[in-house]
């Protein structure tokens, strides 16, 4: 029995407060992106199946069109985005950086409330990032930035003779006792440590490290966290990758990425985490 008053799980209801300030959010982003530049794209909910990166995910949720084709409700923004512009697009626009607001959706019935952002056929991710701090902070956000590089870990897993299974598998402990080098990336936390440690970095990472700590630095942002063997989030980040957060939240996440041969760069703002963390810091600051 399903009463009045339920929703089901993983759906999102926003009122009131709440509510408001999702709606100011997503004003203040729309202001911002159009001040950089960006134009606004809207994606349908639904794509073809065999559009998705890797359709036989099972957090896709799937459906039958009138054809019989397979398709799936909107999984991931990004995807969506550029092969929209490149391949639909391509002949209506020249344009190269947008945005979106809208959700996207996972089985079984999870929404997500995204605001995202590509720079097509471009790799200048500081801008992308200053851009999405920017918008953080027009809510009062001070999170810590944190950075890892994607291509770092896959040459320290080359180099050490472990898949991505298996070290995702092992403990700090066990990581650290395969290389000594591996021991000194892991004790890495800033951007002062992994600028220190560059001199004797083994020289099949240097140059690597040294645009890990060259996107760093360009940012000038205060509170930096350096993870050089951070495993991305997201499948298709190959590169420099970014993420925003503030205790155990992600509220951005973004990097470099390469979809339908297109090399580009992004970011996406977890809406609901943003919400629920200014929620939570007005609730704090009612109690004092």
Known sequence: ????????????????????????????????FYSHGFEEVITPYFSYLEHQQNFSN?????????????????????????????????????????????????????EIYQIGA????????????????????????????????????????AEIGIDKDTYKALSMRELAQKARFVEELLRLNTLQDLDSFLPNAPMFLRFELERLSHKAHACEYEQVLISPLEPPLVDYYDDVV?????????????????????????????????ISHILARESSKSYK
């Open 1 to 32: 029995m399903v009463f009045e008053h339920e929703i089901p799980e993983g759906t999102k209801l926003y009122f009131g407060r709440s509510a408001r300030i999702k709606r100011e959010l997503e004003n203040a982003a729309c202001e911002i």
């Open 58 to 110: 099972r957090h896709l949720i799937r459906l039958s069109s009138q054809n019989n084709h397979q398709i799936s409700l909107r999984y991931d923004s990004t995807i969506d985005t550029i092969r929209t512009i490149t391949k639909r697009l391509e002949r209506a626009t020249s344009h190269k950086k947008w945005f979106y607001i809208q959700p996207v959706f996972s089985y079984p019935t999870n």
């Open 118 to 157: 590509e720079s097509i056929y471009d790799d200048n991710l500081h801008t992308m990032i200053s851009v999405g701090l920017e918008i953080l902070s027009s809510c009062d956000i001070k999170a810590t930035l944190q950075f890892s590089n994607v291509k770092i870990l896959a040459l320290v897993l």
């Open 242 to 274: 970014f993420r925003v957060f503030s205790e155990n939240d992600t509220l951005m996440l973004g990097g470099k990425y390469n979809i339908q041969e297109c090399l580009c760069c992004g970011f996406g703002i977890y809406t609901d985490s943003v």
